[in-house]
């Protein structure tokens, strides 16, 4: 009876730190996910506020945007795809990245080695001065609206 500890613990510890180190690379999985659909969404942006361009300057130029971003604040992704559309109202960028994550084929059957980060962003297109007087009409709008509640006090 004295081994029996010994023997459980060289069978339960293994198992612990697996959990325990899949928990991290989840969380850093996470972290990367959370980083990407940002940057995503920030080219995306970019692209909408270059008006006055043909779709292909505008590709170029958020296709430079995105070649520029800092890609070193990544925990564990490596290798980048970017897929840039621009249509005439919307700019569309999608960006993969990838984890290697080495120790879940010796461990897990069926998982693939590499876990895949896919994020999607839509933007539209709009002219600043268009948005500049819709704003404009909306105050309007609503000090119109005070002016009336005002009145009728």
Same mark, same amino acid.
């Given at each position: 009876?004295? @081994?029996?500890?010994?023997?459980?613990?060289?069978?339960?510890?293994?198992?612990?730190?697996?959990?325990? &180190?899949?928990?991290?690379?989840?969380?850093?999985? #996470?972290?990367?996910?959370?980083?990407?659909? #940002?940057?995503?969404?920030?080219?995306?942006?970019?692209?909408?506020?270059? #008006?006055?361009?043909?779709?292909?300057?505008?590709?170029?130029?958020?296709?430079?945007?995105?070649?520029?971003?800092?890609?070193?604040?990544?925990?564990?992704?490596?290798?980048?795809?970017?897929?840039?559309?621009?249509? @005439?109202?919307?700019?569309?960028?999608?960006?993969?990245?990838?984890?290697?994550?080495?120790?879940?084929?010796?461990?897990?059957?069926? &998982?693939?080695?590499?876990?895949?980060?896919?994020?999607?962003?839509?933007?539209?297109?709009?002219?600043?001065?268009?948005? &500049?007087?819709?704003?404009?009409? &909306?105050?309007?709008?609503?000090?119109?609206?005070? @002016?009336?509640?005002?009145?009728?006090?």
């Amino acid at each position: 009876m004295k @081994g029996y500890f010994t023997i459980e613990a060289t069978l339960l510890m293994p198992m612990v730190l697996a959990v325990y &180190i899949f928990l991290i690379y989840l969380g850093l999985y #996470q972290y990367d996910r959370c980083l990407l659909e #940002q940057d995503c969404r920030l080219i995306a942006l970019r692209g909408s506020f270059l #008006q006055g361009q043909e779709n292909k300057e505008i590709y170029w130029c958020v296709n430079k945007m995105f070649n520029e971003n800092n890609w070193d604040k990544f925990a564990l992704s490596v290798k980048n795809n970017i897929a840039i559309e621009v249509s @005439g109202e919307n700019v569309n960028a999608e960006i993969c990245r990838y984890i290697n994550v080495p120790f879940v084929k010796n461990i897990f059957e069926g &998982i693939s080695e590499e876990w895949k980060i896919q994020v999607a962003a839509k933007s539209r297109r709009l002219e600043p001065a268009t948005v &500049i007087r819709i704003c404009k009409k &909306i105050m309007e709008v609503g000090r119109d609206k005070n @002016g009336s509640d005002n009145e009728s006090e």
